[in-house]
């Protein structure tokens, strides 16, 4: 496959240069399978395979880009978008800068997050996962729901700049699993991620999935006063609030269009908790890498917040153009973030649980729809799902309603963290609108954040 | 192709499907245009082609889809392997409701092709906007056009074969300042429906170069404004919330998958319950809304859904009672069963996917709420002694159920005794979707009714954009919390 992928994009850079182009060819591949649960059945398994072809077109500054789904073989519909995209690139408007042209210094073969039996897993083999998982854990009234998703990601590219081409390829798994109870609507998840088919545990889901279930069944639900908790964010929230930080946080891009809670003053000085250390490292296979960006730029670990102090803003190639800065090997679909653990000891759920503490903690897993609520502020709403808790001081455990979060990650992040857990995890962040596009994120497993208010608080699910 | 689609289903069908149906795509065609301060930063064109096949087998669905259309069978071998499997697991068999078997085509109205429109045209145009953007006060400008054409044939092992083109245009701009704080403040239009038919007509320059004065006038006067008083208040919502706020808490939670539980893996549930149809007060007796697919020129208009049901047009919400859904074929059979009595009358027509490689699930069609009876929007602010009135989407977030919600806006108007005071930074409203939606204290008549297009709908695993419309009418709420 390999070799079929190189030689088409060697071909069509040759029917480029032929033509006097200047183009840049990004070739993606997937293989995708997604088996769904809902109501305790599999309500629907499918099967992907989709072949896409996008093409830049330069002129100087001029430049434009056409995308095509195809099939592998069809070269002359692959040469007619090189065709069409340099008749729009001459017609498009001029940029105030000068577009760089992704210039590959070598050829660069990058199969090592490939793992055949990860990506060739049987529909069998993944209904017998999902039944592991969920074992004995169903009732009459305890509904399963959850996605075995899986597949394969290839990237491949080249540009008339140069003879040589990039080429990766990766498998990645995201499980959910979800028992949610069909009339009093709780909901509790237990998930995973997977870069080789060795890191899927379905042992470790049901373990976790129980834990939550014993302790729904058991206590009576309660609406929770509105005012200030002590939080433990367990990592799906920690990786959903990280995530937004990249949007707004330490992008370059969004500084300059105004859309960032950080900004150059802040570089150098403590903006977050010294108990906070953020990097993009693409070191980390879990987090589905690539170790080259789309311009050929080597991709090393990246300082981002280190022990709470703000170190850089990422560059991707297109906003160090138009803003004359030096780009820092981000121009790719997704960043390998990965933060640091802490000192706090804890490794499960039920650890945490367990542990004697000096007041009540509101134990948040997840935080449902996300969004901004303003982006200079830093400020984000999201609601808790999926399982929360309220550790009360005497050890007792309420089960509560879900509450609703608003708040600036510049607080979130800030003085308030208590502690970090030692213990990170990959969580599973990829998006499926449109290509898929595996990603993940490192993340502690628990962080306890002091004085958070809560500004809604449900009265029922 | 069709004689090899119609051989495959035949073939599919004798190795025991109960049920095939295939979405050839010959073309799906978009062209998306961004321009950023003067730059145009996207000029970006897609182009599709492959073909979904979905298979009923023994209760279960397999999908597979495939832009490789060399060999099809592999494609339609592959769909019912997938329902083999999934037949393994089954609860509840999926039945799909009765439908008329359909031969037909359907084509979006559109006067002017957009794809015959040269770049350097639409590039012209919308140079043009940003220069007319490009004011005092204004950091950054921001404009995007968006034009969709696809051809769909829909062929099922039922007999029906239906042909769509559908064409979309989508278009907006949004300008962003400073205020002395150093935080931005945003305001931004979007084209809403202009006439009866969306092709590059809908592009009236005189349009948007009145909204390019208004949001930049309207920029400058947010960023030079408070901050929203954190207070409860009534809140007036213009057309350019009040979509979302229908989107959210009405199309989004009637979903008839979601209250089946089909989406609680990622999206969510819904609050609502079959028990609630017929009964449940889901807002107060000025709240009539409904599910219209046949309302002339909107996204949510397509003649035929996905399961080859023509749209229709279904009252959701009547006087306030809850009454309807937005259904598909499967859905509605298992509601009626599971509350053991007859809620659907046949499907609603809105199972839709949002390209050929992706399943059909329910999606909204076009969610309006009717226009009501307390006149304009001057007669609604003279009716209200101590309100807000708040425009733009800045964010939207929506507890799992669609229970409660979050939402803040590009800009805020205090009204006090009846007249409108002064403009306010920031504001954002909340609350909890049954008592927000009793608490309906006015709706405007058809002067403030228009029709707002959606282009990023998102549902469903593997995820799903879908493109919809939503006709509202300015509309007030009492007593409801905001600038938090």
């Known amino acids: 496959m390999k070799e079929r992928i190189l030689q088409t994009l060697k071909s069509l850079r040759a029917y480029a240069v032929e033509k006097g182009l200047q183009v840049s060819l990004l070739y993606h591949e997937e293989e995708s399978a997604l088996m769904r649960f809902a109501n305790s059945a599999i309500s629907l398994n ?36 090189i065709d069409t995209v340099a008749e729009l690139a001459a017609l498009a408007q001029p940029l105030s800068y000068t577009p760089t042209i992704p210039h590959y210094k070598a050829d660069f073969i990058d199969e090592q997050g490939y793992d055949e039996a990860l990506a060739k897993l049987s529909n069998e083999e993944k209904l017998a996962f999902f039944n592991q998982a969920s074992a004995g854990l169903e009732t009459d009234d305890l509904k399963l729901s959850g996605i075995f998703s899986s597949g394969t990601n290839i990237w491949a590219m080249v540009s008339t700049n140069s003879e040589f081409c990039q ?49 729904y069944q058991k206590e ?124 706090h000891e804890v490794t499960s759920l039920e650890e945490l649980v367990g542990q004697p503490r000096d007041t009540d903690l509101l134990y948040i897993p997840f935080l449902h729809y996300m969004n901004l609520v303003n982006p200079s502020k830093g400020i984000i709403t ?6 929360a808790l309220l550790l009360k001081k005497d050890g007792s455990v309420v089960v509560p309603y879900n509450v609703r979060l608003t708040q600036s990650m510049l607080d979130i992040f800030g003085d ?44 029922s699910y | 192709m069709r004689k090899q689609i119609q051989q495959q289903i035949d073939r599919i069908k004798a190795a025991g499907a109960t049920y095939v149906d295939a ?179 809908s592009i009236n320059p005189q349009v948007f170069e009145e909204n390019a004065d208004r949001i930049v006038r309207e920029m400058q006067q947010v960023v030079a404004a408070e901050d929203c008083p954190k207070e409860d208040r009534a809140v ?87 009454v309807g859904a937005i259904t598909g074929r499967q859905m509605v059979e298992e509601a009626n069963v599971k509350a053991r009595r007859q809620i659907f009358n046949g499907s609603g027509g809105a199972n839709r996917a949002t390209s050929f490689y992706r399943v059909p699930i329910e999606r909204m069609t076009n969610i309006n709420i009717d226009p009501g009876e307390d006149g304009t929007l001057d007669d609604i602010v003279r009716n209200t002694e101590k309100g807000i009135i708040l425009d733009g989407d800045r964010s939207w977030s929506i507890g799992s159920n669609r229970e409660q919600f979050h939402f803040a806006n590009e800009i805020g108007w205090l009204v006090e005794d009846g007249q409108v005071t002064k403009v306010v ?28 297009f959606v282009d990023n709908c998102g549902k469903g695993q593997p995820s799903q954009i879908m493109q919809l419309g939503h006709g509202v009418p300015v509309c007030r709420f009492d007593n409801v919390r905001i600038g938090e």
């Open chain 1, 167 to 215: 080429f990766f390829k990766t498998s990645d798994a995201g499980v959910t699993v979800v028992l949610a109870h069909a009339t009093l609507k709780w909901e509790v998840q237990a998930e995973q991620s997977a870069q080789k088919k060795a890191e899927l545990n379905a042992e470790k889901l049901h373990r976790d999935l129980a834990f939550l279930v014993e302790r």
């Open chain 1, 382 to 387: 999201g609601s808790s799902r999926f399982g």
């Open chain 2, 236 to 322: 007036i919502l213009l057309p350019g919330i009040m979509f979302l706020q229908t989107h959210e808490t009405i199309g989004h939670a009637l979903e008839l998958d979601r209250i089946l539980g089909y989406e609680l893996a990622f999206a969510g549930g819904s609050f609502v319950t079959l028990a609630d149809f017929g009964k449940l007060r889901y807002g107060s007796p000025k709240l009539t809304a409904r599910a219209d697919g046949t309302l002339i020129n909107s996204p949510g208009s397509f003649g035929y859904d996905d399961d080859g049901v023509p749209a229709q047009n279904t009252v959701l919400i009547d006087k306030g009672i809850l």
């Open chain 2, 23 to 201: 979405r050839w795509y010959p073309v799906d065609e978009v062209n998306n245009l961004v321009m950023w301060n003067g730059n145009l930063k996207n000029a970006d064109t897609t182009r599709e082609s492959g073909m979904g096949v979905r298979v009923l087998y023994k209760g279960a669905w397999g999908f597979c889809a495939s832009s490789d259309l060399s060999d099809i069978a592999v494609i339609f071998n592959q769909a019912l392997d997938n329902a083999r499997v999934a037949a393994e697991r089954v609860t509840f068999p999926v039945h799909l409701a009765e439908k008329d078997i359909i031969q037909a085509r359907f084509e979006s109205p559109c006067q002017i092709d957009p794809f015959s429109i040269s770049l350097s045209e639409k590039v012209a145009f919308m140079k043009k906007m940003d220069e007319r953007l490009n004011q005092s006060g204004v950091e950054q400008r921001f404009a995007t056009m968006t034009f969709m054409r696809k051809q769909i044939v829909f062929m099922d092992s039922e007999g029906s074969q239906i042909e769509k083109q559908i064409t979309e245009v989508f278009a907006g701009m949004q300008v962003s300042g400073r205020d002395d704080q150093g935080m931005t403040q945003e305001r931004s239009y979007r084209l809403n429906r202009q006439g009866d038919t969306r092709g590059w007509e």
């Open chain 1, 220 to 343: 009576t639900p309660q609406q929770l006063p509105l005012g200030s908790y002590d939080i433990v964010l367990g990592h799906a929230a920690i990786a959903e609030i990280v995530r937004f930080l990249g949007f707004i946080g330490f992008s370059g891009g969004a500084l300059k269009r105004g859309f960032a809670c950080l900004n150059e003053e802040k570089i150098g000085q403590k903006v977050f908790s010294d108990k906070l250390t953020i990097v993009d490292d693409p070191s980390y296979l879990q987090t589905f890498p690539l170790k080259r960006d789309f311009i050929g730029m080597e991709r090393k670990a990246f300082p981002v917040v280190e022990k709470g102090v703000f170190k850089a803003f990422t560059w991707v190639q297109d906003d160090a153009d138009e803003f004359g800065m030096t780009p820092t090997g981000h121009t790719v679909p997704a960043y390998s973030v990965v933060v640091s653990g802490g000192d």
């Open chain 2, 425 to 452: 930074k920031n504001p954002t409203y909340k609350g909890s979707t049954v008592p927000f939606w009793n608490s309906l204290s006015a709706v405007g008549d058809r002067s403030t009714w228009s029709v707002q």
């Open chain 1, 46 to 81: 499918t099967n992907e395979h989709i072949v896409r072809l996008e093409i830049t077109a330069y002129r100087g500054s001029q430049r434009a880009m056409y995308e095509l789904i195809t099939e592998p073989g069809k070269l002359d519909d692959m040469k007619k978008g």
């Open chain 1, 416 to 459: 308030k963290v208590a502690w970090v857990s030692q213990k990170t995890e990959a969580y599973n962040v990829s998006s499926s609108y449109g290509a898929r596009n595996p990603n993940a994120v490192v993340v502690p497993l628990f962080m306890r954040v002091n004085d958070l208010e809560i500004s809604h608080s449900n009265s």
